[in-house]
């Protein structure tokens, strides 16, 4: 089982998203594809609500990455630890907060086992606008996903 330490993870890329508010409403850019490199603009996109004290995760994907959008009404614990062998950083993990105070997207490169837990009373938003569609074209293809949420011996365990 692998220990791991507390720590910044190497090509995670996290972005403050700014709401931009007027007597309408607001406005939040998700994404641009003129600040994300090509090999992580979206392929499809979808939005989850998650419910106080629920965690979705731990997970990972050999191929693909996240580009989750913490937008609110709730806030998340988003927790990342690095597996990947050739990565400086194998061994870390990640620990970070965000959502409706702190809005933020934060793209997770495929290899890295991430989990979210909403940590407020109300259901919180996700979006996500992962790389690569789910199940592939057309959905023919396996799901690209190592689900370690019903192991109870997984070093991937959240606070």
């Known amino acids: 089982m692998m ?19 007027d007597n309408r409403g607001w406005l939040m850019e998700l994404f641009r594809n003129d600040v994300i490199s090509e090999e992580f603009l979206p392929a499809m996109s979808y939005i989850s609500q998650t419910e ?3 965690a979705r995760g731990p997970h990972e994907h050999k191929d693909q990455a996240d580009l989750f959008c913490f937008i ?7 927790y990342l630890w690095d597996t990947r ?8 993990r990640m620990v ?14 495929a290899g890295i086992v991430h989990a979210y837990k909403n940590i407020e009373s109300k259901p919180g938003w996700v979006i996500n606008l992962p790389n690569k569609l789910y199940a592939g074209k057309g959905r023919k293809d396996a799901v690209d996903e190592l689900r370690y949420e019903s192991d109870p011996n ?3 365990q959240l606070d």
Not at 72 to 78: A, E, H, K
Not at 85 to 92: A, D, H
């Open 96 to 109: 970070l907060d965000a959502g409706e105070h702190k809005p933020q997207a934060v793209i997770v490169p």
């Open 52 to 54: 106080p004290g629920v």
């Open 154 to 156: 997984s070093p991937y």
């Open 3 to 21: 220990n791991f330490k507390n720590g910044i993870i190497q090509d995670v890329i996290i972005c403050d998203l700014t709401k931009y508010q």
């Open 85 to 92: 062998k050739s990565s400086p950083t194998v061994g870390y």
């Open 72 to 78: 609110g009404p709730s806030t998340f614990r988003l």
